[in-house]
C-alpha cells in the first residue's frame, strides 16, 4: 500500500521569516522522491509540513488524494525518520520496532513476530533483545527504518537519514534504503543536501534554494538540463561566462563577455546584460588547435589526477580560471603544465541560465 | 584540591576548608552524635546523671508502644499505641502529599520544558520564585488566614456560587496538607522540569508520529525518561514533609497531630530531652527505611537520584 502526496501552494511561515513559499509538486504512489538543498533551505520543513507537526500557513497538502488539513501526525498514515533518529533509548530494540505496534493494541507475541521479521528485512536478525546504546550508527539507522516500516505506513519521510555515517557506510545505506523501498512499494520522500545521494536514488529530484522548488525532475534531467544557475552549481561543477546577450534565435544564443564570443542553448526568461553560461568541466574540451567556435586560449598551471578522470585546471590569456575533466582511459593527451592550449564546447552541451527563482 | 590552591593560594583555601570542617563538626555531627547518645539513656535529675541508674538502654525508644487507643482500621476495631498512630498517620499524610505535589508538579514541569515558549520561561521562574521571599512561617499564617471559617477563599466561593455554605478547612489533616503542598511543591517540581527538559523532544514526536495518543506518550516516553526525577523529588517532598514542625504546628487542627510534633511535646512540655533524642532518631531511621523499600520497589538506584 502506498499513496501519493500532493502539495498545492503550499507555504510556511515562522513570524514573518517565509521558510517554504509556495511549493508545488505532486509524488506519485511508490515513487523515491528526494528534495535536494542547502542547509536552511526549508526541506525539513516541508517534511515537518507533511508528516504534520507543522500546518502550512497556506496551501494544501494530499496524501492519497485526501486534504490532510487539521489531522494530527497519529492520524496521518506517514512514518518519519528523524535528522537525529530518535530512538527510544530505555527501550530494547524489539519494543523500539514494536512501540508503533503496541499503541495500535496489538498483543505482545504478536509485536514480537513482527519485529523479528522486520528486523530480518533491515538484516539486522539477533539484534532484538539489544539495547540502542549497543548498536552502530549504521544499525541504530535500521532499527529507525524497520520502526516506520513496522506501522505499515503509506509513505515514509527520511530527513538526512545518512548524514551522520561514514562515507563507505552511507554508499552502501544508499542502496539498501532502495532495494527495501523496492521490496515495499512504499512512497519514499527522501530528504539530503548530498547532490550526489539525490541523483544516485532517487526517481525524482526537487531541488530547493531559499523555500522554493527550483525545479522538478529525473535525476539526468536535473543534471543535463538544469533551469537556472542554482541547480546547475548545486549539482555539479561548471565553468562560468558572464556576458551580455546578442541575437537569439532557434534556441540557441551568442554571448559577448571579455574572454571572447560563445554560443550556446538559451532558456526561456534571459535577456540583457550580465547573463551567465554555464559549461560542465567534462564538456569543456582541451585542443592544441583553435576550435571553430567556443575557443578560449589560455596556459595550464595544474593538473590533477583524481582516478577516474584528470582535471585540467587552466588560466586563459584574459584572466578567467577554467577545469576541463578528461576521461583516463588514454583516448585525449593531457597537457602538462606550463602548455599553452585551447579550451572550448560544444554549444550544444552549454546553456545560459537564469539566477535561481526567488520572486515571490 | 590543587585547583582551588592554585585559584585562591593556600592561606585562603585552608580557611575555607576550616571553615567547611567547623561547621560540619560544630554544628552538624556533634549535636548528631550528642543527641544520638542521649537518646539511649533515661531521663534523670541532674544529682543523678552520671549515677548508678544511668545505664544505656533501648527504653526511651520503646516508649512509643506505651498507651493504647481504640480505632478503627478499614472498618475494623483495631487498638495501636498513641504514637505508634501518629507515626503512621504522618507516613500515610506524608505519601499524600508526595503525590499530590507529583500531580500538580508534573503538569506544570511538563509545561515548562516542552511547551513554553523559551522566551517567557524566566518569568515563569521568577513567579513561581516570588513566594519563596517570604519567610515560611508568615506564609503558613497566610494560609491560615486564607483558610479561616470566615476567611477569604469561603468568602470567594461563596461569591462566586461554588459553594452555598462555608466549607470549614482547618479540621482533620487537611490544611496541613495544603500547607505542606504549597510549601514543598517547588522541591518536586525542579527534578521534574530538569529531567523533563533534558529529554530529546524528537522522542516524543517520534511516538506521536508513530500514532501514540497523548497518555500513551507520556506513560511510554517521558515518564520514564523522568523517573530519576520523579523519585528525587519524591523524596525531598516526602522527607521535607515527614520531618516538617512548622506547617502541622500551625495549620494542624484539634484531631491533627504530626510526629515532629509529638518529638516538641517531648522536649519542651515534658522537657524529656533523651525520649525527644530517640524518637527523632527513630523518625529518621524509619522514614529512610520507608524510603529505600519504595526506591528498590520501582527499582530506582540511588546514582540515579544523584544525577
Ligand atoms: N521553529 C522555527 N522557528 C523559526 N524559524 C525556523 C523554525 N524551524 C525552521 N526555521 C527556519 O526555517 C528555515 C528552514 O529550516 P529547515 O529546518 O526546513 O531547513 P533544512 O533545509 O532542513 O536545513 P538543514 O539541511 O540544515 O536541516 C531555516 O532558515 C530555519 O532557521
Ligand atoms: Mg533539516
Same mark, same amino acid.
Given at each position: 500500500m502506498s499513496a501519493g502526496i500532493d502539495l498545492e501552494n503550499v507555504s510556511c511561515d515562522f513570524g514573518t521569516f517565509r521558510a517554504v513559499d509556495h511549493a508545488n509538486v505532486s509524488i506519485k504512489p511508490g515513487e523515491f522522491f528526494s528534495f535536494l538543498g542547502p542547509s536552511g533551505c526549508g526541506k525539513t520543513t516541508i517534511l515537518r509540513m507533511v508528516s504534520g507537526f507543522i500546518e502550512p500557513t497556506q496551501g494544501v497538502i494530499r496524501i492519497?488524494? /485526501?486534504?490532510?488539513?487539521?489531522? &494530527?501526525?497519529?492520524?496521518? +498514515?506517514? *512514518?518519519?525518520?528523524?535528522?537525529?533518529?530518535? #530512538?527510544?533509548?530505555?527501550?530494547?530494540?524489539?519494543?523500539?520496532?514494536?512501540?508503533?505496534l503496541?499503541?495500535?493494541?496489538?498483543?505482545?507475541?504478536?509485536?514480537?513476530? /513482527?519485529?523479528?521479521?522486520?528486523? &530480518?528485512?533491515?538484516?539486522? +536478525?539477533? *539484534?532484538?533483545?539489544?539495547?540502542?546504546?549497543? #548498536?552502530?550508527?549504521?544499525?541504530?539507522?535500521?532499527?529507525?527504518?524497520?520502526?516506520?516500516l513496522a506501522v505499515e505506513p503509506q509513505v515514509m519521510l527520511l530527513d538526512e537519514p545518512l548524514s551522520a555515517l561514514d562515507l563507505k557506510l552511507r554508499q552502501h545505506m544508499r542502496a539498501e534504503l532502495r532495494a527495501i523501498q523496492k521490496r515495499t512499494g512504499v512512497t519514499f520522500i527522501y530528504i539530503t543536501h548530498d547532490q550526489g545521494e539525490a541523483l544516485a536514488m532517487s526517481d525524482r529530484v526537487g531541488v530547493m534554494s531559499h523555500g522554493r522548488i527550483q525545479q522538478i525532475a529525473d535525476p539526468r534531467d536535473i543534471y543535463n538540463n538544469p533551469v537556472n544557475g542554482f541547480v546547475?552549481?548545486?549539482v555539479g561543477e561548471n565553468n562560468v561566462f558572464e556576458g551580455d546577450l546578442g541575437a537569439v534565435s532557434?534556441?540557441?544564443?551568442?554571448?559577448?563577455?571579455?574572454?571572447?564570443?560563445?554560443?550556446?542553448?538559451?532558456?526561456?526568461?534571459?535577456?540583457?546584460?550580465?547573463?551567465?553560461l554555464y559549461v560542465r568541466p567534462e564538456h569543456t574540451i582541451i585542443s592544441a588547435a583553435a576550435p571553430p567556435e567556443n575557443g578560449v586560449h589560455g596556459t595550464v598551471h595544474e593538473v590533477s589526477f583524481e582516478g577516474a578522470f584528470i582535471a585540467v585546471h587552466a588560466v586563459s590569456d584574459s584572466g578567467m580560471k577554467m577545469v576541463a575533466e578528461l576521461?583516463?582511459?588514454?583516448?585525449?593527451?593531457?597537457?602538462?603544465?606550463?602548455?599553452?592550449?585551447?579550451?572550448?564546447?560544444?554549444?550544444?552541451r552549454a546553456a545560459i541560465l537564469p539566477d535561481a527563482d526567488t520572486k515571490r | 584540591?590543587?585547583?582551588?590552591?592554585?585559584?585562591?593560594?593556600?592561606?585562603?583555601?585552608?580557611?575555607?576548608?576550616?571553615?567547611?570542617?567547623?561547621?560540619?563538626?560544630?554544628?552538624?555531627?556533634?549535636?548528631?552524635?550528642?543527641?544520638?547518645?542521649?537518646?539511649?539513656r533515661p531521663y534523670l535529675p541532674v544529682t543523678e546523671i552520671g549515677g548508678p541508674r544511668d545505664t544505656y538502654s533501648f527504653d526511651n525508644y520503646l516508649k512509643v508502644f506505651d498507651g493504647s487507643i481504640e480505632t478503627t482500621f478499614l472498618g475494623i476495631p483495631i487498638t495501636v499505641p498513641v504514637h505508634v498512630m501518629t507515626f503512621f498517620l504522618t507516613i500515610w499524610y506524608s505519601v499524600v502529599v508526595t503525590v499530590i505535589c507529583f500531580a500538580l508538579a508534573y503538569p506544570i514541569a511538563y509545561y515548562m520544558a516542552?511547551?513554553?515558549?523559551?522566551?517567557?520561561?524566566?518569568?515563569?521562574?521568577?513567579l513561581l520564585f516570588v513566594p519563596l521571599w517570604v519567610s515560611e512561617v508568615l506564609r503558613a499564617f497566610a494560609w491560615w488566614i486564607i483558610l479561616a471559617f470566615k476567611g477569604p477563599l469561603n468568602s470567594l466561593l461563596l461569591f462566586i456560587g461554588a459553594i452555598d455554605k462555608p466549607v470549614r478547612w482547618i479540621t482533620d489533616y487537611d490544611a496541613v496538607m495544603i500547607g505542606l503542598v504549597y510549601t514543598y511543591i517547588l522541591f518536586m517540581l525542579f527534578p521534574l522540569y530538569n529531567a523533563i527538559s533534558s529529554l530529546d523532544t524528537n522522542q516524543i514526536e517520534a511516538a506521536e508520529d508513530l500514532g501514540a495518543p497523548w497518555w500513551k506518550i507520556h506513560w511510554r516516553i517521558v515518564l520514564p525518561h523522568a523517573k530519576p526525577g520523579v523519585a528525587s523529588g519524591s523524596v525531598m517532598v516526602f522527607m521535607l514533609s515527614a520531618g516538617s514542625l512548622l506547617v502541622p504546628s500551625i495549620l494542624g487542627s484539634t484531631t491533627s497531630q504530626w510526629f515532629t510534633q509529638t518529638i516538641q511535646q517531648w522536649m519542651n512540655d515534658a522537657l524529656d530531652w533523651n525520649t525527644a533524642s530517640a524518637y527523632a532518631?527513630?523518625?529518621?531511621?524509619?522514614c529512610t527505611l520507608f524510603v529505600s523499600v519504595v526506591m528498590w520497589i520501582f527499582r530506582v538506584k540511588l546514582s540515579d537520584i544523584a544525577k
Open positions: 492519497g488524494g /485526501k486534504d490532510m488539513r487539521g489531522q &494530527r501526525p497519529n492520524q496521518r +498514515p506517514t *512514518a518519519l525518520i528523524f535528522q537525529n533518529l530518535a #530512538l527510544f533509548p530505555l527501550m530494547s530494540i524489539w519494543e523500539n520496532i514494536a512501540f508503533g503496541e499503541v495500535r493494541g496489538v498483543d505482545k507475541a504478536t509485536r514480537r513476530a /513482527k519485529a523479528e521479521e522486520l528486523l &530480518r528485512l533491515v538484516d539486522l +536478525p539477533g *539484534a532484538a533483545d539489544k539495547m540502542v546504546s549497543q #548498536l552502530s550508527g549504521g544499525q541504530k539507522q535500521r532499527v529507525a527504518i524497520a520502526r516506520a546547475a552549481s548545486f532557434d534556441g540557441m544564443a551568442t554571448l559577448s563577455t571579455p574572454h571572447g564570443q560563445f554560443r550556446a542553448r538559451i532558456n526561456a526568461g534571459v535577456s540583457g546584460k550580465g547573463v551567465k576521461r583516463n582511459d588514454g583516448s585525449q593527451v593531457v597537457p602538462a603544465i606550463g602548455d599553452q592550449v585551447w579550451m572550448g564546447f560544444d554549444a550544444q | 584540591m590543587q585547583d582551588l590552591i592554585r585559584r585562591y593560594g593556600l592561606g585562603l583555601t585552608g580557611l575555607m576548608c576550616l571553615i567547611v570542617a567547623f561547621w560540619l563538626l560544630m554544628l552538624v555531627i556533634i549535636p548528631n552524635i550528642t543527641l544520638f547518645e542521649s537518646s539511649f516542552k511547551i513554553v515558549n523559551p522566551r517567557s520561561l524566566p518569568t515563569i521562574l521568577l532518631f527513630l523518625l529518621l531511621f524509619l
